[in-house]
């Protein structure tokens, strides 16, 4: 069964998905980064060269010819994933084909729109049988 972790009320929801992919890189685990939009996966792409600082996580787009042995990979599209261990989700929506993977991360921002839109996302997760965790980056339990 597919596993998915909300993290809730980032108050900067590309910065935090750098922090757990940054985590997560230095856990040595392959990691698939599903941006759909291109603005998005720009903005992580940036935003991995920056942190954490002081160091790399070593990622590319799936389009690069060092996507299969790069840890974290970064994708617009999930037709042929290169792994379904790991997937982080910056969509707005429930990625096609979500019961492929292990676990599914996503960041929820703290504005009432980001709220919703993930409140959304939560009770079609549910609806479809996978299990839902909680964690609060603002610290509010």
């Known amino acids: 069964m597919t596993q998915v972790f909300f993290y809730h009320d980032a108050s900067d929801r590309i910065a935090a ?74 969509a707005d929506e429930i990625p096609e084909g979500a019961e492929r993977f292990a676990s599914i991360i996503e960041v929820v921002g703290d504005d009432a729109e980001a709220r919703n839109a993930g409140r959304e996302r939560v009770r079609r997760y549910r609806e479809r049988g996978f299990a839902v965790s909680f964690i609060d980056l603002a610290g509010r339990g």
């Not at 757990?20 to 998005?40: R, S």
């Open 17 to 90: 998905a750098a922090v757990l992919i940054g985590k997560a890189f230095a856990q040595k685990k392959a990691l698939l980064v599903f941006a759909p939009e291109a603005a998005v996966a720009d903005a992580i792409d940036r935003q991995l060269w920056l942190h954490p600082p002081g160091s790399f996580v070593a990622h590319v787009r799936a389009e690069s010819p060092l996507a299969a042995e790069t840890p974290v990979v970064i994708t617009r599209q999930l037709e042929q994933p290169q792994q379904c261990e790991r997937l982080f989700s910056l």
